[in-house]
């Protein structure tokens, strides 16, 4: 089972960055076995995958609207997730979520979606501003 907790949302103006974090609390080395991902949603809207990271780092995913702008990364020795997010437009703004695949060591690449994520974390607001 993995524990979540994100943190380093904020307000920022449109063009600016912001570095969320994901803090893992995992027994069992659960957090370095799985698929990591970044989910965000807009008020009135859906849940979308952002970005995901395999276990070991080699694949990434990332979605077409933040592709070339956000970056994912994670240390499995410090159980972290994190999303760089560089050039951020205002609609960029959304609960920012990280999450864990259900699966252990898999990789589901394009096909990733929220059904197949759990051990959400409570979520971190980024707003970004005109």
């Known amino acids: 089972q993995v524990q979540l907790v994100e943190s380093g949302g904020g307000l920022v103006q449109a063009g600016g960055s912001l570095t969320l974090s994901c803090a893992a609390s995992?027994?069992?080395?659960?957090?370095?076995?799985?698929?990591m991902g970044w989910f965000r949603q807009a008020p009135g809207k859906e849940r979308e995958i952002v970005a995901a990271?395999?276990?070991?780092?080699?694949?990434?995913y990332y979605a077409d609207s933040v592709t070339g702008r956000f970056t994912i990364s994670r240390d499995n020795a410090k159980n972290t997730l994190s999303l760089q997010m560089n050039s951020l437009k205002p609609e960029d703004t959304a609960i920012y979520y990280c999450?864990?695949?259900?699966?252990?060591?898999?990789?589901?690449?394009?096909?990733?979606?929220?059904?197949?994520?759990?051990?959400w974390g409570q979520g971190t607001q980024v707003t970004v501003s005109l």
């Open positions: 999450a864990a695949d259900t699966r252990a060591f898999y990789w589901r690449g394009t096909f990733a979606n929220t059904a197949d994520f759990g051990s």
């Open positions: 995992a027994s069992g080395g659960a957090f370095s076995i799985r698929t």
């Open positions: 990271i395999s276990w070991n780092s080699v694949r990434s």
